[in-house]
């Protein structure tokens, strides 16, 4: 019966703007998946070795034993790698296989943002604005594109509150409790995690039990859930920062200790000048959500930024007219007002709740975000991951509360209507328009933004597709970094199958290789080892010479 009545709510306009928003979103994403993005970043680079290595015998890359952090380049959070160490052993090692799981989360999340601002709003209409500007954003659009570890923070984030919400709303204990395995879970997708969630939560707490909405018991149980999956990773971090030099271990899980994990000195509070380092972050943090940008090229576009920077204009001009109008409660209140049930009597304590908890939710979301910006020096796109859903839901109910200010602009039904479809077909195709826009430059000039960046394989690829086509029967690739992208962009791209390869894995093998090059053989090799071929032929890519016989 409770599916039914859902399922009347949605006429099948909606429905169809669903599934079209849905086809788009999906297509965008899987097109051409995974070689969108041919270049491979470092940090996904050592994800996929590490996952590899796992995967065949248990051990990380340094011969650890199913760590519960990565020491990387610096550090490097587990939970995507524990997915892709599953995934290869399923379907094999590949880039496709390794980039696979935040593909399909990114699109669970979709629906996930859709049901809760439908859950929260009680509005099919709102749910729809909110899925579209999440299927067109650039963030969104190039987080789920490779296999960057703290690319999957905001879903699993996302899926957390959602069920969280849930088990408040409905009642319900095991949507309450699950909700802390998800929530424990972000301690493991990224490293910032560790100050958000338990802050976000503590906030939570502490406003559920003043309005009396979760029991002594729910909350105790709750925080031991947390508190059990999560005390690995809180552990790992203590030992490290108090400097113990001793790994601890659980049966084949090991909790590390690294010499050289440097994740710490990221920290206002590991800095030598904690107030001056203060004042520099706020002005980062503040930079980063105005600008959308940080200067990697990879991460988002400043002419597009992360969500449009029109996105943020809507949201700060809704600011405005509701101080103007002297009512400081923000947005969400008129949504709820003119979208919640109208229901009287015993039922009106529990919408009052929902609406208050909706907006305190988002809005401690959004305020632990931007701590959290605060607290990580010299903060980017991917360290301030977890603003983008809660500004996006703040620009969802900006977009439909313009839509509302419209109709109320005029005594005139007739004239209102006209100016509140004015304001729907323009924001529409203005978001056409930059959503096109941004195809192009995703796919005409992204890629030679990002091409030779100290993050990526600086030419590597370039150099295989172009020894491939040789009609050489043997390549020989310098291999001295043995970083693993060698294997990864050959097993991914099915270079070589009709050729021998040989990787060089010393400077003695280079040398001999590059003396006896013949006219049937081809040699790539990075310009840093400093040998000479100036008796041989060669193209360049980036840090590469593509080199064979005159």
Same mark, same amino acid.
């Not at 094999?92 to 979709?110: E, T």
């Given at each position: ?8 709510t949605?006429n099948?306009?909606?429905l169809?703007?669903?599934?079209v928003?849905?086809?788009?979103a ?17 940090d996904?680079?050592?994800?996929a ?17 199913y ?6 380049f ?7 790698? !524990? ?39 009680k ?6 604005i909110g ?12 987080q789920?594109m490779?296999a ?6 905001p879903?699993i ?31 493991y ?13 503590l ?9 009396k ?22 552990i ?29 000195d ?7 000048n ?17 600008g ?22 809507l949201?700060i ?8 109008n ?20 015993s ?19 959004l ?30 109910f900006?977009?439909?509360y ?18 509140s ?11 056409i ?9 995703f ?15 600086r030419?590597?690829?370039?150099s295989?597709?172009y020894?491939?086509i ?8 310098d ?15 099915? !270079?070589f199958t009709?050729?021998?390869f ?10 001999k290789?590059?003396?006896?090059l ?7 090799v990075?310009e ?23």
């Amino acid at each position: 019966m409770k599916l039914k009545s859902k399922l009347k709510t949605i006429n099948k306009k909606q429905l169809i703007i669903f599934l079209v928003i849905m086809i788009i979103a999906i297509f965008v994403r899987v097109y051409e998946f995974p070689n969108a993005l041919k270049e491979v970043n470092s940090d996904e680079m050592m994800l996929a070795v590490n996952a590899k290595a796992i995967a065949d015998t248990g051990k990380d890359i340094n011969s650890i034993s199913y760590p519960v952090y990565l020491l990387g380049f610096g550090g490097q959070s587990v939970l995507l790698l !524990y997915i892709i160490v599953l995934c290869i052993k399923i379907f094999g090692y590949s880039l496709f296989v390794v980039r696979l799981p935040l593909l399909v989360i990114s699109l669970i999340s979709l629906v996930v943002f859709y049901d809760l601002i439908r859950r929260i709003s009680k509005n099919n209409t709102i749910a729809l604005i909110g899925l579209g500007l999440l299927a067109i954003s650039p963030w969104h659009i190039l987080q789920g594109m490779w296999a960057l570890d703290c690319n999957i923070l905001p879903h699993i984030l996302l899926i957390a509150v959602y069920l969280l919400y849930i088990g408040i709303i409905n009642k319900r204990r095991w949507m309450l409790y699950l909700s802390m395995v998800f929530f424990a879970l972000t301690l493991y997708s990224y490293g910032i995690a560790v100050y958000f969630t338990p802050i976000l939560l503590l906030a939570l707490a502490i406003y559920l039990r003043h309005k009396k909405k979760i029991s002594l018991p729910d909350l105790i149980i709750s925080i031991v859930i947390f508190s059990v999956l999560a005390m690995p990773i809180i552990i790992m971090f203590a030992i490290n920062i108090l400097k113990t030099n001793q790994s601890i271990y659980f049966g084949n899980i090991t909790i590390p200790y690294y010499e050289s994990l440097s994740r710490t000195d990221d920290m206002l509070f590991f800095s030598s000048n904690i107030l001056v380092q203060f004042f520099i972050n706020i002005g980062f943090t503040v930079l980063m959500i105005l600008g959308e940008f940080d200067g990697c090229t990879w991460n988002s576009s400043l002419i597009f930024g992360t969500v449009y920077h029109i996105v943020l204009v809507l949201v700060i001009i809704a600011i405005i007219i509701k101080i103007k109008n002297k009512s400081l409660n923000f947005t969400l209140s008129n949504i709820f007002s003119v979208t919640a049930d109208s229901n009287q009597g015993s039922d009106s304590r529990n919408i009052n709740f929902k609406d208050s908890f909706s907006k305190f939710l988002i809005l401690s979301w959004l305020c632990t975000s931007i701590f959290t910006g605060i607290v990580i020096n010299q903060t980017n796109i991917n360290r301030l991951n977890t603003i983008w859903y809660p500004l996006i839901m703040l620009a969802t109910f900006a977009l439909y509360y313009f839509y509302n200010y419209f109709k109320k602009l005029d005594t005139n039904s007739e004239n209102s209507i006209k100016k509140s479809k004015v304001y729907a077909i323009s924001i529409i195709s203005i978001f056409i328009i930059l959503f096109t826009s941004y195809l192009i430059y995703f796919n005409c000039y992204y890629s030679n933004k990002i091409d030779m960046s100290i993050c990526f394989s600086r030419g590597m690829y370039q150099s295989l597709e172009y020894a491939n086509i040789l009609p050489t029967n043997t390549v020989k690739v310098d291999n001295l970094d043995n970083d693993g992208s060698i294997d990864i962009y050959i097993k991914s791209n099915n !270079y070589f199958t009709d050729k021998t390869f040989d990787s060089l894995v010393n400077q003695d093998e280079l040398a001999k290789a590059l003396n006896i090059l013949s006219d049937d053989e081809v040699l790539i090799v990075n310009e840093k080892r400093n040998v000479n071929i100036d008796n041989y032929d060669y193209v360049k890519f980036g840090e590469y010479y593509v080199v064979f016989e005159k």
